[in-house]
């Protein structure tokens, strides 16, 4: 059987940067694919090419068998995909309830017309919505703030609305971009715990990309380690953590256990 992702020969410059060169990877249903590496190594242009932010120069990138260059942003969510953004996208009057709510939008079938005569299809659709923003509310353990706007919320709690959002829309690849940036060590062991929830209940199929390789020596199935745009390692995190290029790409900055 194939993968759900697969990119393949990625290729991507700027002027005379290379930003991706060469890059390919399968990433399997039900798995978690991590993408790391140190500062400007090309994870976030990965990122931007796997959400049609970006179009790769060279390489093909598939989902579900058929490919994703070419396809507009606003037609990932329809196709089974949902992202998160580093710069979190809430709307900031609303709470953690209505931003998640919002991710329901592209999962509902019946348009504004029926929505506007209330037909019993839409009544039962809004059910089902309110139902499902309430077990993911539930499940990030976003109760207490009902009601308040996300604005006055801190930072960890609001990535996690955010989180939400992209889960409400039911998404077959879920893309994370850099989960655990900006969260303290208390914050991001909550991410790493939710994460692992939503894969036991939901069995979504998660990419992330990440700087933080501690966060996800525990979590992730497989990792690519990108430098300078190249790939250097890929493979079981267990055994990419101790390999030498790995290493020396992070500054012999020890590479957390
Ligand atoms: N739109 C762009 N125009 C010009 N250069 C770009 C653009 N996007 C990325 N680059 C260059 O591509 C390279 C990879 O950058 P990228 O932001 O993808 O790295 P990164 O791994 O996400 O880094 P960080 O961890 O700092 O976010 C860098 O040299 C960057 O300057």
């Known amino acids: 059987m194939s993968a759900l992702l697969q990119v393949r020969d990625v290729g991507i410059s700027f002027g005379g940067v290379r930003a991706l060169d060469q890059v390919s990877f399968d990433v399997e249903e039900a798995s978690l694919f991590a993408v790391i590496g140190p500062n ?19 390489g093909t990138i598939d989902f579900k068998g058929g490919s994703l260059l070419g396809v507009r942003r606003r037609d ?4 089974g995909i949902a992202r998160t953004f580093q710069n979190l996208g809430l709307f900031d009057k609303l709470d953690a309830a209505e931003n998640v709510l919002l991710g329901r939008h592209s999962a509902m079938q ?4 029926g929505a506007a005569l209330q037909f019993p299809a839409v009544r039962r659709e809004e059910a089902n919505n309110r139902g499902k923003v309430a077990e993911i509310v539930d499940l990030l353990g976003l109760d207490p703030y ?10 960890g709690i609001r990535k996690l609305i955010e989180l939400g959002r992209a889960l ?3 998404p077959d690849l879920l893309l994370l971009d ?3 940036a900006g969260l303290n060590r208390e914050e991001t062991a909550r991410m790493a715990e939710i994460i692992r929830i939503i894969r036991r209940r939901f069995k979504t199929t998660i990419l992330l990309v990440e700087h933080d390789m501690g966060f996800l020596m525990s979590l992730a199935d497989r990792v690519l380690v990108l430098e300078y745009g190249c790939p250097i390692a890929l493979g079981r995190p267990e055994d990419v953590q101790k390999d030498p290029k790995v290493i020396a790409a992070y500054l012999g900055t020890e590479v957390p256990a």
């Open 40 to 58: 400007g190594a090309g994870k976030t242009t990965l990122f931007n090419c796997l959400t049609a932010a970006y179009r790769p120069d060279r």
């Open 76 to 79: 990932l969510a329809g196709m």
């Open 110 to 113: 019946c348009g504004f017309l």
């Open 146 to 155: 009902l009601g308040t706007p996300s604005a006055m919320l801190l930072y």
């Open 168 to 170: 409400a829309m039911e």
């Open 178 to 180: 850099e989960p655990v």
